[in-house]
């Protein structure tokens, strides 16, 4: 079965330094892994996926996903956090029809 | 151009009672799914469609859970007889191409059920 894990139920970094939300998955067969966000009382916002290819990936907002096939992970990264960059990540592998979410983790970032 | 579009963003509703929530995807997107977010958890497939074909509704939790698209746009879910279990936010997303494709789903803001 496809599963993603997210470690962390919370991540917190100043404002200005590099952050880190990590994600591990668990997949048979090739990995479909997508990163979402969510800010209070919405909806998810796609950042960024990985198909195949360069193991970085970069999306949108300066956000990039760094793929390990190794280590079965797929961190997601900024080189410089923002403020408003706080908010809930979700790590997710597709499996044809059907997105398997992790259970998210709250970035809060700190000025 | 407009996104997802869920409606209503909030429902309470009385245990027992029915309730129908509605999702108007993307024009022209062809697949459409239903996920349920319970709080503090990541969103959990319910079901899934193409078109006006439901291709697979292996997440639904019960028989109380139906959902539609008779047209192949607008979708609803019907939840009947509700239980304070089924107290969620519920997502709808949609996609362009079929469910196989590696597109990402473009997610509305979800309604809010609250079962007293």
């Known amino acids: 079965a496809q599963s993603v894990a997210q470690p962390e139920d919370q991540v917190n970094v100043a404002e200005g330094n590099p952050l880190t939300v990590k994600c591990t998955y668990s997949v048979s067969g090739n990995p479909y892994l997508f990163w979402y966000v969510q800010y209070p009382n919405r909806g998810l916002q796609f950042l960024l996926k990985y198909i195949t290819g360069d193991n970085l990936v970069k999306g949108s907002y300066g956000f990039e996903a760094e793929f390990n096939k190794s280590q079965t992970s797929f961190h997601l990264k900024k080189p410089s956090a923002l403020v408003s960059d706080s908010a809930l990540y979700f790590c997710?592998?597709?499996?044809?029809?059907?997105?398997?979410f992790g259970s998210g983790t709250k970035l809060n970032v700190k000025p | 151009g407009a996104g997802v579009s869920q409606s209503p963003r909030y429902k309470v509703a009385k245990r027992g009672q029915d309730v129908a929530l509605r999702c108007d995807p993307i024009?022209?997107?062809?697949?459409l799914f239903w996920y349920q977010q319970a709080l503090g958890q990541g969103p959990e497939f319910l079901t899934y469609f193409q078109n006006e074909a439901q291709l697979d509704k292996s997440g639904l939790p019960s028989d109380r859970f139906f959902a539609e698209r008779p047209e192949g746009s607008v979708s609803t879910l019907k939840i009947q007889r509700t239980q304070q279990e089924d107290s969620a936010v519920y997502l709808c997303a949609s996609s362009l191409v079929g469910g196989g494709s590696n597109q990402p789903q473009h997610f509305g803001d979800g309604t809010r059920l609250s079962i007293l």
């Open positions: 024009s022209g997107h062809v697949s």
């Open positions: 997710a592998v597709k499996d044809f029809n059907k997105f398997y």
